[in-house]
């Protein structure tokens, strides 16, 4: 069989596939955010300041960018779904390293004898919460992206795993009462950095067919 006959007979079984829609997918993760944050403040309650009306203006700096950070790293995770190469990624990139500032910060304020750290326990519940409440938007993006065509799937994850970590910061931080600069910057930026190294080390051997 010549090759022109063999690519005929491929080309005859073959059936169109329509693209995976990118509005589609942010739409589903911006739903499993909005689900997973409702979900945190209905069973573990929201912040006495917030629910009184009157937010910390700290509160509002740290979760405003945990939220842009979410928005941003969504956005470029599901554009990663594509079978494209190259876009733009500096948004998402600039908002997780103005997060990587709070500890600096933070370290800082310590060191100036200005921050308090706060305790383990705390630190720990906070952590896990976060975590866990990544864990629904860090699952939509994975399916999204193991249904479309990522040709960098290592940056698609970590991307994905930045998302997630930042919806499930956003969360706690509307739930959490410990106002200290020190704990959001270390605790709550520590479930970004945690999500987004998990969603860079395996989301790219699950969404690999």
Known sequence: MNSQALIDQLSEDMTSVRPLSVRTSRLLALGGAALTTAA???????????????PSPV???VAGLFALTAISAGITATRLAQPAVGGRQGGALWMAAAIGLLPAISLVEYLLGVGEPTSSEVALRCLYWGIAASLV???????????????LPERAGLFAGLAAGAVGAFAITLECNNSQFVHLALSHAAIVATMALAGRALIPRIIRW
Not at 137 to 151: D, F, I, N, S
């Open 40 to 54: 945190v403040l209905l069973f573990l309650g929201i912040r006495a300041d917030i629910a009184a009306g009157a």
């Open 59 to 61: 509160i509002l700096l």
């Open 137 to 151: 938007t860090l699952g939509v993006l994975t399916w999204r992206l193991r249904q479309g065509a990522p040709v």
